[in-house]
T-cell receptor, first 115, second 106 residues
Framework: DTGVSQDPRHKITKRGQNVTFRCDPISEHNRLYWYRQTLGQGPEFLTY????????KSRLLSDRFSAERPKGSFSTLEIQRTEQGDSAMYLCASSLRTAGDNEQFFGPGTRLTVL | QKEVEQNSGPLSVPEGAIASLNCTYSDRVSQSFFWYRQYSGKSPELIMS????GDKEDGRFTAQLNKASQYVSLLIRDSQPSDSATYLC??????FGAGTRLTVKP
């Protein structure tokens, strides 16, 4: 399978717990994005990496959220002290940044439920 | 004003008809535009990208871009029931609209 993969696919946690999600991009892609999507809304941008550098973070990304992409390969998204409002689908996408082209390919997502 | 706006629908068309989906954006200097299809419970799937004013065709899909009017559209010809999904417009690859739900009736 050469697509974007995410793990786990589903996560149920209690309020106040920490959770960590993993994303493995398409192997030759140098950009990796994290989004959050709630029912009836489009994906909401959280952050993105070019190789291992985190180039942009959304203002909506509170200090409870952190993302890493060590060595420019897979990425992790951690949410500390989860709140019920964090319940959403967390999507990862990757792209190969070339001049005039930055088409993103999405993984299947991780659905988070905070009880 | 939202950065990317779409009519939430639902938009209902009969099988074989043309479905027209519209999107407006607020950032005048936007350079890249994308249409994604999202089936219920699935992740978005890229349909088309467009970067220059005018039309771009790919099979049954045509994307239209008018930067002066800050408007991008997607036409689906010969609509099929399998086209029933939510269509997301994305601007500068990170700003998504809320999507338009399309239903194609047999």
């Amino acid at each position: 399978d050469t697509g974007v993969s995410q793990d786990p696919r589903h996560k149920i946690t209690k309020r106040g717990q920490n959770v960590t999600f993993r994303c493995d991009p398409i192997s030759e892609h140098n950009r990796l994005y994290w989004y959050r999507q709630t029912l009836g809304q489009g994906p909401e941008f959280l952050t993105y990496f070019q190789n291992e550098a985190q180039l942009e973070k959304s203002r909506l990304l509170s200090d409870r959220f952190s993302a890493e992409r060590p060595k420019g390969s897979f990425s992790t998204l951690e949410i500390q002290r989860t709140e019920q409002g964090d319940s959403a689908m967390y999507l990862c996408a990757s792209s190969l940044r070339t001049a005039g082209d930055n088409e993103q390919f999405f993984g299947p997502g991780t659905r988070l439920t905070v009880l | 004003q939202k950065e990317v706006e779409q009519n939430s629908g639902p938009l209902s068309v009969p099988e074989g008809a043309i479905a027209s989906l519209n999107c407006t954006y607020s950032d005048r200097v936007s350079q890249s535009f994308f249409w994604y299809r999202q089936y219920s419970g699935k992740s978005p799937e890229l349909i088309m990208s467009i970067y220059s004013n005018g039309d771009k065709e790919d099979g049954r899909f045509t994307a239209q871009l008018n930067k002066a009017s800050q408007y991008v559209s997607l036409l689906i010809r010969d609509s099929q029931p399998s086209d029933s999904a939510t269509y997301l417009c994305a601007v500068n690859y990170m700003r998504f609209g809320a999507g338009t739900r399309l239903t194609v009736k047999p």
